[in-house]
């Protein structure tokens, strides 16, 4: 069978999420888990406004999702460790006989300090098995915010994630693109250096690309730009567009590449921040964008994605909360798309 992963701006049927649930990442006092569920519940709650919404909740956090959630948004219970849907919950493939989820192997990105994931490595059958759909399982360690696609064979990686040898000890990169060409089609990988600084943090994910780079159209890159030369970010994200440049998609084509600049913000309590427009959520007719309390640029990113996804309307969520928990909007949601008919 030859599957495929879909570009994020192909028809989907529905995003699915995971609720916060009582651990190391929710908060260390009431005020702070607080704003975590209120964060989780406004994404699902805008999102579903233009598609349907599943959140799976913890039975121990029932009570808190049912207070803040929309009743439109769905609700299914599953035992969580934490809420990250897009890293532990399955990528969804087309193939021939319809949608299928890959089950990558999951280990909190790279045993993470202080991380457990027994409950959530079980999610991606957990859901694809709510989806109704087949498993295609992974040896491979891998996260959804560690690959970004095109549909049509292109996918971006980063060589601290896919090749981490706390991830994959024994993996090199012929390796890792034959189990991307067997699981989402991937023809051709581009393997970014590294990732932004803050996410080498304890809290990091070593790398994740959805922080980095999206593919918005065929042939068309969003590359976060940190303009301040003050941050760390500002040398690695000149370096990671001067290496794009050099790039290619599947088809051969020279990226048209779309600076989207960060936030003024720098830095917060634990030091330079990774706040990034380019972890935004594709949906039917929208774009769920990241905002920043930062007037001036929550505008201009939202001015720059529309132009970027013609059509769709773009709505900014305070994405803080998110941020300082170690994710963003696309971090937190995982698309199901359409079969096509």
Sequence with gaps: MNWIMPAETAPQDRVWMAFPVEGYTLGDDPESAEEARRAWATVANTTVEFEPVTMVVDPSARAHATRLLSS?????????????????????????????????????????????WAKDAEIARFVAAQADVPVISSVMVNEG?????????????????????HRNPFADKARVEAELARTIGATHVIWLPR???????????RGHVDILATIPSPGTLLVHQQRDPSHPDFEITKMLKEFLATTHDAKGRSWDIIDLPAPSVLKDDDGFVDYSYVNHLVVNGGVIACGFRDEAADAEARDIL????????????????IFSRGGGIHCITQQQPSVPT
């Design 72 to 116: 439109e948004v769905d609700v299914v219970e599953a035992p969580l460790d934490d809420f990250w849907m897009r890293d532990f919950g399955p990528t969804f493939v087309l193939g021939e006989n319809g949608l299928a989820a890959v089950d990558w192997t999951f280990n909190a990105w790279g045993m993470a300090a202080g991380a457990v």
């Design 195 to 205: 990732g932004l600084e803050r996410d080498y943090s304890n809290a990091g994910t």
């Design 145 to 165: 915010g560690g690959i970004h696609v095109d549909g049509e064979g292109t996918v971006l990686v980063t060589e601290t994630v896919q090749l981490d040898p």
């Design 306 to 321: 529309a132009t970027a996804y013609p059509g769709r309307r773009v709505v900014t969520v305070d994405a803080v909360p």
